[in-house]
């Protein structure tokens, strides 16, 4: 298991060709500072320009996932001054831009929720592909309760759970606990504490790499693209796709399947890795 140096507000680690980043930033609750975010945008690279990457593991330290934004920055960039147009509505879009390359990674990313994801960290959940999340976790969107909006995150969440609960929760400031996020679809799984959770992030993970690597980022693409584009031009693409898929991988995929055995890409994630993957009291070697 190897960590990867030059992380302030997240520790990182690769194992398996899993990056798992751990937001660890208790002091805050994990908010979403521009710290945390320029370095989850630096993960977000190595997930993007390194082809043996697999899939990213997003978590927070001490029983928290995310607070959300970090309101003492709210302060600071109400007075911010700008050469063009409004500096706040800049700033605000900036993570906007985080927020669609986050859900644009090639990458299947999973998040595991314990604890709180409030606004923004609500709006990180939705942007994964998996979210995996303990019974007493809460969701919440909570900027109206401050007297702001959910402005950047809104597309993600309605993409996740629709308008009408999106509504219902952006207009309410309503807090969502376990088996309630569940029924809504802002949560795929759950665990009952934070102990199994770490069992349950490794079968998840082992489910992922059932697959083939290259044919997950073709078929996450794909998905990607339904949303907007026509389907005549899509589905053609998608034959290609297809064509492109089984002259690589699926060559090995159809045949461990005649064989009866397992892909060499499948990888099967204990516990105790994912335990140690997401620490942050120690450094595994």
Partial sequence: METLQGFQTLVVRRHDDVLFATLN???????????????????????????????????????????????????????????DGDPIAARNRQFGHFMQRLSSLPVPVLAMVEGAAMGGGMGLACAADLVLATEDARFALSETTLGVIAAQIAPFVVARIGHSATRRLGLTGQRVYGAQALALGLADDLAPDSATLDALE????????????????????????????????????????????????????????????????????????????????????
């Fill in 25 to 83: 930033q208790p002091d805050t609750r994990n908010a979403l500072g521009a710290e945390v975010t320029r370095e989850l945008a630096q993960v977000m690279t190595c997930a993007e320009q390194d082809a043996n990457v697999r899939a990213l593991a997003l978590r927070g330290a001490g029983g928290m996932f995310c607070a959300g934004g970090n309101i003492g920055g709210f302060r600071e960039v109400l007075h911010a001054e700008g050469a």
């Fill in 202 to 285: 490794a079968e998840w993970l082992t489910r992922v790499f059932r697959c083939g690597p290259r044919a997950n980022r073709q078929f996450k693409n794909l998905v990607n693209r339904c949303a907007t584009e026509p389907n005549s031009s899509l589905l053609d693409d998608a034959a290609l796709a297809f064509a492109r898929c089984l002259r690589d991988e699926g060559g090995e995929g159809t045949l461990a399947f005649r064989e009866k055995r397992a892909p060499r890409w499948r990888v099967h994630f204990e516990t105790v890795t994912v335990r140690e993957a997401h620490s942050v009291s120690a450094t595994p070697q």
